[in-house]
């Protein structure tokens, strides 16, 4: 199964971007997806995630309100739409998925990730 993420950049803060992960090798809707970001000198944590299907979706607190994930499965792509960017919001952004069990915020319970994408926004 492999991932590809893109879409990240430099955006001023208050502005938006719209990442995206493609998966391939495997059957998408099988997976829960989710996004993770991990800045400069910080541990990697959870931002988002959705269900297989995408009726149910999670968001951590510091982005509720905020970003938005989503999925279309006939493209085999999971979003995560980013609105009134944050500087606190600059780092690399991975997607990951897990094909057992409830949709996690923990890492380590993703199967496989992709290979991430840089945000970085200006102050």
């Known amino acids: 199964v492999q991932l590809q993420a893109s879409g990240g950049g430099l955006v001023q803060a208050g502005g938006s971007l719209r990442l995206s992960c493609v998966v391939s090798?495997?059957?998408?809707?099988?997976?829960?997806m989710a996004w993770f970001r991990q800045a400069p000198g910080k541990e990697r944590e959870y931002v988002a995630a959705?269900?297989?299907?995408?009726?149910?979706?999670y968001y951590a607190d510091s982005v509720k309100g905020r970003f938005t994930i989503s999925r279309d499965n006939a493209k085999n792509t999971v979003y995560l739409q980013c609105d009134s960017l944050e500087p606190e919001d600059t780092a690399v952004y991975y997607c990951?998925?897990?094909?057992?069990?409830?949709?996690?915020?923990?890492?380590?319970?993703?199967?496989?990730w992709g290979q991430g994408t840089l945000v970085t926004v200006s102050s």
């Open positions: 990951a998925a897990r094909e057992r069990g409830p949709y996690s915020t923990r890492a380590y319970e993703y199967d496989y």
């Open positions: 959705i269900s297989r299907g995408g009726g149910s979706t």
């Open positions: 090798g495997s059957s998408f809707s099988r997976y829960h």
